[in-house]
Structure formats: structure tokens, C-alpha cells
């Protein structure tokens, strides 16, 4: 049987009629007690079980909703930011230290209706990959009087009705009683505190009200919400695994982490109305988060070691989510918040926190109870350090991008590394166990801090490093770019920063280590490689100050390198694209593109690929308006002679002969009068004309991409 909507077909007549009803929003089953109306008979039983709840406890029953998914005024009164109903209770088990052993183990044993209590029903649609989604937003976004995270806002004296205008312009009335007088209050006039006042009331309700009109508008729907989370987990986390898959209970989960995730998770859809349903929803946790951070920093998962892990999660997929949107005003509040998860973590002494410990591993033997007991324990840990890890890469991406100083010294890192990537993927306790049993125990002591310091030792060794993950290259990787911030290019490094020759030194052995590491895949190393093309070529010269200063003298308008225009923007253009810092900087440019365009359809998602991208696009840009439009490259690039022309000290290590030479030749720019003969010449506006369309491609995920495919146009329309 097939869907006449979308072709699905189905084995039964029922599993057809459910699955139609995601399309017409038909809603058969309806509450006796409310008259409310669900798409699914399960997902009513659930309902009617928030009446029998409410009535065993003399709660006073709320005004029946309308049958829509989310009425405007229920929403209205779950969004403003003194109304004290931002989020909705959690189970018992989420704020405990420990949760039932039976309990928890029958969570990831048993079906999965019963995992959230669902009753048995035939009518439970298993296409959906969360069964529990069609009630998720509802859930979300309850609002019980057994709410506790409620916040005490709503004892606030502010109400927009109590202010009236009179003939005269000024307010009457008094809104906090005729009784109340204050010396210090007394000299301020009465009308203009009134006015204040009101002007609060006015702004915090229209911000109830846009949040709210946006979720109304977008019109939100089950099967949507099931998407964006098994995009998020599908198609994000393998590229940016913070959050472990296998032991995911969204119950267990805050209600900000939950909708950052499925935000996330939105911008892999295909419907163009997707990336308007994603910015509702990244707004809704914005909201939430600014307005009860200070009650979310208290909860403690069932199996987290500190409070606010979760919170510290939700600020990370934040940052994410708004670093890259298409939204311009998104961006900017990201960018204005994007240090507060590490003020968070250190509240919570995230960092400070005990490792797991070997010695807590289960025996083989162990029954299932204490098998996924010591999984999940191992997981909470892992999500806590891999939460950490994560500020420090969107920390180097939005640094980068914005052209200033990062926000934290990432060289200081004292984190130590995570687990394989293979471990932390297994689905079961079984298989989790057996990967850490063949892990080395104890694992070595080393810290991203010690790591990098060593590629900067008079004598570094980087064959006594353990193997490195994709994850953990990624860090140290900011590492050394945060010392390319902090070095400067043209009047030399500061006090306490390594200079130009160690910096490369130190990228010359990180390329060793990722040519020869045996634990990632290769669309991961070439991932990973795209990262260190891009600091190579940042520490030529700043991206993002490039960019800016192209923009600057030529009068393009742009929105992707923020802050304002200043002198140390200019310098000569002309001159530098004939530099050898300008010829590294362009081979490195070619290189990204090539990445770019080699990687697999589903590795295409990586946080940093349009920055880099549009990096590689500056330099471009710049050899065009420079004349430069025909270049003559090596015919095969040896890395180790990019980095040590110049710096004999520099080890070159597996290198060819013939690749070293030519390629040393290029940086002293030998073979631009040898056009046909020796290398390979490239027209840049033809390659800056193919990357326009990479850009097209990634702003299907990235919505910044948008932003840089328009600064590209008038590039191009400079350059011919």
C-alpha cells in the first residue's frame, strides 16, 4: 500500500492511514474532558492522564486549549520571560544523583513504548524514530503548577494595563499602592519612573509576543520534530559527537538542550519553510536560557558527576546553531553570548571533576544492570569533557571568523584526551565494554596542554604521542590557532607567543601526526586537513582581515567578517599578493578547494567548512585584483617545503626530491616566468566561479554561506 502524498508504502492498512494523517494534520481521537484533539490514539491516552494526574492532586484545571498543536496564548504565557512557566517539569529521576537500576536498564532493553510509559496500542506508529515526538513539543513546553524550575518572576509588579495617559501626557495611577515612598525614589518624577516602568512592561511583553508568533506561524508538527533530531544525530553528530547516541533519553533531558538539537537538526530537511521552523525553535531555547540559566545551571542528569553539564551542552548547540545561521540577528546574539559557556563550566568546575577510571569498568561477566550502569556513568563523563572540548573548537571558529583574539587560552587546556570515537558510538552496553576492554589501561597521562607544548620542546618528539582521534586533532588544532591570533605577522610575535618559525615548525609536525594516524577514516582525515590548510594560511595572513580590507578599499558591502572598519584593515594588496607569504597562503587556498570538493556527499556537514572555504576565496579574490589572474603552481605540492622555505631548521620529513624543489621554487617565485613549462597554470577566475556554486551547496546546511556567496558576486564583478 502506498502514501498518495509521498510514495512511502506501507505493509498495513492502519501503519497507511497513521502516516497519511502527518499530511493532512487530520486529528480523529479528542479528550472527553477538554475537547482537545490528537492525531494518534496513544498520544491521547498519554493526555487524558494529565487530567487524572491534575484531579488526584486538587490542581485547578487550566482553560481547554484550542485543538491546534500550540495555542498562541498558551504559548504567550510558557514564553515571557517573567511569567515563570519557561519550562516544564521533568521526571523524579532527573535531578537525582541516581536513578533505579531496574528502571534504567529497562530503558534501553525493552521496547521502546515502554521506555516513556506509552501504552501498548496497535495504534502506535513505529515510523517514527522518537514514538514519544507527537507529544514533544507539548511536553516542551508544558506548563504545571508542578513546574519546578518555575522562576519567581511573576511576582514582579509590572502590568501594561495600570498605565494610562492623560490629557497632559503624564500617567495616573499608581501601581505599586500610594503607601509605598522612598527618599531616593521621591526625586526622580513621578511620571517619568511610571514611564519607565511601562516602557519594561511594553518591551518584555512585545518579546513574548514575537517569540510566540514565530512558533505559531511555523506550525509545527510531530513528524517534524522526529526528523530533526534523527537528522541531528544522523548527519551532526558524526561530525561534531558531543552527545552520546546510545544512551539518549530525551525525558532525561532539559527542554533548551532538546530544542538547540532539533534546531540543529533542521537545517538537513529538505522543506524551505524548515529553516524558519529552526529559528523558532533556536529562539525558544534562547529565551529559556537567558531568562532561567540560573535555575538550568542547578540540574544534574542522573548520572552527571556535577550540575549544569547539560546547560553547558545547550550554550554549545547554541553557539553552532547561531555562528553559521542564515540570520544576520542570530549571529550577533551569538557572537554576544559565546563565552558564557566556559563562565558556566567554570561555575560548575566542569574541568575539575575526577576522569573515569578504569578500575570502573564492569567485568565481561557482570549481569546487564551493571553493564549499562557503568556505560552510561562512562557516557555522562564523556559528554561532560566532550561538551568542554567543543567551546574550544566553536571558540577558534567564531574567533577566526570575526578576526579577534580568542575568548580563553586554549593552549592552557588541561582537559585530557577523550575516548575512541569507537567506543563512544556503540549502540550497546556489549559493545561499548569490549571496545574499552581493548583500549590501553591505564590510558597515558596526557593533557591538551602538555601536547601542545611539546611541538613548541627544542627537541619534539612526536612519536612518543599516543594515536589521536579526529576529535582530539580538531582541539589541539585550535590550540596552535589561537597562537597564530596571537602572533603578529607584520611587526613580529608578542611577549610569550611563539614566533612565525615555531608556529610552522609546530604545524609541520601536526601534519606528520595526521598523515600518519591510523584511527580515523579518510573523509575524517581530509576533514581534518581542511582545518590545518586553513590555519596555514591564517598564519600567512588573517582571513578575516583580508576579507575586510578587499571589502573596505573597493566599497563591497558584507555581513560575514563582523566589526568595524579600521586602519590596521589597510595595507597594500598589490604588494602582498607577490610576497612568499601570499604564494603559501594561495597554495594552501587550492588545497581547501580541492578538499572541499573531494569530500563524500554525507561528510559535507563540518562546522568549519564555509570559513574555510571562503578564506580560500579572499586569497582568490586578492591574486585577481592584483593582476595575478593566471598562476603557475607546482604540479605536486610537497607540505613540509611550504612550511620550511626559508626556515632551514623547519623539518622536512618524507618528502620527494623533485616535489621539495619545485615546490621550493614556487615560494621563491621561480616558476612564474616558466608559464607552460614547468607546473600547472590555473585561471583564479575560474576557480572562484566554480566555488560560487560550493557555496550554494553548503547553504543548504549553513545559512551564512548565503552571506559569503553575495560578498564572492562582487568579487567576481571586480575582478573581469
Not at 532493553?109 to 495504534?123: C, G, L, R, V
Not at 519567581?152 to 498605565?163: E, M, V
Not at 575516548?419 to 571496545?435: G, I, N, P, Y
Not at 621561480?670 to 566555488?691: D, I, K, P, T
Request: overall charge negative; hydrophobic content about 35%; charged content about 20%.
Amino acid at each position: 500500500m502506498e502514501c498518495r502524498f509521498c510514495q512511502k508504502t506501507f505493509s498495513k492498512g492502519e501503519h497507511l492511514r497513521r502516516h497519511e494523517r502527518s499530511h493532512t494534520g487530520c486529528r480523529p481521537y479528542r479528550c472527553k474532558e477538554c475537547q482537545r484533539t490528537f492525531s494518534r490514539q496513544d498520544s491521547l491516552a498519554r493526555h487524558e492522564k494529565l487530567h487524572s494526574r491534575k484531579d488526584t492532586h486538587n490542581y485547578p484545571s487550566p482553560p481547554s486549549p484550542p485543538s491546534s498543536l500550540v495555542s498562541q496564548s498558551s504559548l504567550a504565557t510558557s514564553l515571557s520571560p517573567f511569567g515563570g512557566t519557561i519550562l516544564s517539569s521533568l521526571s523524579p529521576a532527573t535531578n537525582g544523583n541516581e536513578i533505579d537500576i531496574h528502571t534504567s536498564h529497562s530503558e534501553q532493553n525493552t521496547p521502546i513504548e515502554n521506555m516513556f510509559n506509552i501504552p501498548q496500542s496497535a495504534d502506535l506508529d513505529f515510523d517514527l524514530i522518537w514514538p514519544d515526538s507527537e507529544d514533544l513539543f507539548e511536553t516542551l513546553m508544558a506548563s504545571e503548577n508542578t513546574n519546578q524550575w518555575q522562576m519567581p518572576f511573576a511576582t514582579l509588579p509590572i502590568t501594561s494595563h495600570t498605565f494610562q495617559m492623560n490629557n497632559s501626557g503624564m500617567e495616573t495611577g499608581n501601581a505599586f499602592g500610594d503607601k509605598v515612598k522612598s527618599p531616593s525614589i521621591g526625586t526622580i518624577p513621578t511620571g517619568e519612573s511610571r514611564r519607565a516602568v511601562h516602557n519594561v512592561s511594553e518591551m518584555v511583553s512585545s518579546l513574548s509576543s514575537s517569540v510566540t508568533a514565530a512558533v505559531e506561524a511555523t506550525s509545527l508538527t510531530s513528524v517534524f520534530l522526529d526528523e530533526c533530531l534523527h537528522m541531528f544525530f544522523g548527519r551532526f553528530m558524526p561530525t561534531f559527537p558531543v552527545l552520546h547516541r546510545g544512551t539518549f533519553v530525551f525525558r532525561e533531558c532539559t527542554q533548551p538542550l532538546l530544542l538547540n538539537a532539533m534546531a540543529i537538526g533542521s537545517l538537513y530537511l529538505g522543506p524551505k519553510n524548515s529553516i524558519a521552523k529552526g529559528e523558532a525553535l533556536w529562539r525558544l531555547a534562547h529565551v529559556a536560557v537567558t531568562t532561567s540559566w540560573e535555575t538550568l545551571i542547578t540540574h544534574r542528569g542522573p548520572y552527571d558527576s556535577c550540575q549544569g553539564v547539560q546547560l553547558v551542552v545547550t550554550a554549545l548547540l547554541a553557539q553552532v546553531y547561531g555562528a553559521l545561521s542564515k540570520n544576520r540577528h542570530i549571529r550577533t546574539a551569538s557572537q554576544a553570548f559565546h563565552a558564557l559557556g566556559f563562565f558556566w563550566a567554570r561555575q560548575c568546575a566542569l574541568s575539575d571533576s575526577e576522569p573515569f577510571s578504569f578500575s570502573d569498568l564492569p567485568s565481561i561477566d557482570a549481569s546487564d544492570d551493571e553493564k549499562n550502569i557503568g556505560w552510561r556513568r562512562w557516557a555522562a563523563k564523556e559528554i561532560q569533557q566532550r561538551s568542554l572540548l567543543g567551546h574550544y573548537l566553536v571558540d577558534g571558529l567564531i574567533s577566526r571568523m570575526s578576526g579577534e583574539l580568542p575568548s580563553v587560552r586554549h593552549a592552557a587546556n588541561q582537559l585530557g584526551l577523550p575516548s575512541t570515537e569507537v567506543a563512544f558510538e556503540a549502540r550497546s552496553a556489549d559493545d561499548w565494554l569490549t571496545q574499552m576492554q581493548c583500549q590501553e589501561c591505564p590510558p597515558p597521562p596526557y593533557t591538551f596542554r602538555k601536547i601542545i607544548s611539546s611541538f613548541f620542546s627544542p627537541q619534539p618528539q612526536i612519536d612518543m604521542l599516543p594515536q589521536l582521534s579526529a576529535f582530539s586533532l580538531r582541539v589541539i588544532l585550535e590550540g596552535l590557532g589561537s597562537l597564530v591570533s596571537d602572533c603578529d605577522n607584520d611587526a613580529g610575535a608578542l611577549i610569550g607567543v611563539p614566533t612565525k618559525f615555531e608556529l610552522r615548525r609546530a604545524l609541520a609536525q601536526i601534519h606528520v601526526l595526521i598523515s600518519d594516524s591510523t584511527s580515523m577514516s579518510e573523509p575524517e582525515r581530509l576533514e581534518i586537513f581542511l582545518r590545518w590548510h586553513t590555519l596555514c594560511l591564517d598564519a600567512c595572513k588573517d582571513s578575516s582581515l583580508l576579507c575586510r580590507s578587499v571589502c573596505s578599499r573597493y566599497g563591497v558591502t558584507q555581513h560575514v567578517c563582523p566589526g568595524r572598519e579600521s586602519k590596521k584593515t589597510e595595507f597594500d594588496l598589490m604588494s602582498w599578493a607577490n610576497t612568499e607569504d601570499a604564494r603559501r597562503a594561495l597554495l594552501h587556498a587550492t588545497a581547501i578547494q580541492q578538499i572541499v570538493e573531494g569530500l563524500p556527499r554525507g561528510r559535507a556537514h563540518v562546522i568549519h567548512i564555509p570559513n574555510s572555504l571562503f578564506a580560500s576565496a579572499a586569497v582568490y579574490c586578492t591574486f585577481s585584483l592584483a593582476g595575478l589572474t593566471t598562476v603557475n603552481l607546482p604540479s605536486s605540492v610537497d607540505w613540509q617545503s611550504v612550511l620550511s622555505a626559508g626556515y632551514e631548521s623547519v623539518p622536512v620529513i618524507g618528502t620527494s626530491d623533485g616535489d621539495a624543489s619545485e615546490t621550493r621554487r614556487y615560494i621563491r617565485g621561480e616558476l612564474a616566468s616558466l608559464v607552460g613549462s614547468v607546473g600547472v597554470a590555473e585561471n583564479l577566475l575560474y576557480e572562484l566561479n566554480s566555488m560560487q556554486k560550493l557555496f550554494r551547496c553548503l547553504s543548504s546546511q549553513w545559512g551564512i554561506a548565503y552571506d559569503m556567496e553575495d560578498v564572492i558576486d562582487q568579487w567576481m564583478s571586480l575582478c573581469h
